[in-house]
């Protein structure tokens, strides 16, 4: 199960990031998928302060993709 989530995990993250860096929203939703994975790892581990920064950096992931769509949608005006 642990390599099953890892795996998805790095596969996530490296297509998160490709995405993003072409200027692609679904980079956002991958990235998410592989913050979520690491928090679920490290939530079997009993590791809370870990699970608490994937938290944080999911709020950030999110706010981050809601500023580049309200930037985007700024553009088309």
């Given at each position: 199960m642990v390599i099953l989530?890892?795996?998805i995990s790095i596969i996530t993250t490296i297509i998160?990031?490709?995405y993003v860096s072409e200027k692609l929203k679904a980079g956002f939703?991958?990235?998410?998928i592989s913050l979520l994975c690491q928090a679920i790892l490290f939530a079997f581990q009993k590791n809370w302060l870990l699970v608490l920064q994937m938290l944080v950096l999911i709020c950030s992931n999110?706010?981050?993709f809601w500023k580049w769509?309200?930037?985007e949608k700024r553009e088309r005006i």
């Open positions: 989530i890892s795996s998160g990031l490709y939703i991958y990235y998410t999110m706010y981050v769509r309200k930037d």
